[in-house]
């Protein structure tokens, strides 16, 4: 790989493909952004973050995690929006990547 190329992380990749198909499927406004802070070997961190006022999106971005068994943290960011972050399976992920639904 020479100096010009950057490498790319295909789980990270695919991780923010699955975030933004995850807000998207829960009618989050599109404010909102995604940010896949890094990939591991089990498990991806992600951060969800969405305008404070829009209760509803963070209300379905909170609980579409928990249905998902996964453990979501929620706090006001630097900028008023709230900041949803979870360390997402890996396996949910591939799931999505392999055709499935992001909410699955």
Sequence with gaps: MNET???VDPMKQAA???AN?????AGVAAS???TVVGAGVTRTLVDFF?????????AKVVLGLVDLGEEAHVKVDDGGRVQ???????????QW?????AGE
């Design 32 to 34: 909102s952004s995604v």
């Design 97 to 101: 990547a392999k055709g499935g639904e």
């Design 50 to 58: 969405v305008d404070r006022q829009d209760e509803a999106g963070i």
């Design 84 to 94: 949803v972050t979870v360390t997402v399976k890996n396996d949910i992920v591939e």
């Design 21 to 25: 198909d995850f807000v998207q499927q």
């Design 16 to 18: 923010e493909g699955w």
């Design 5 to 7: 190329e950057e490498f």
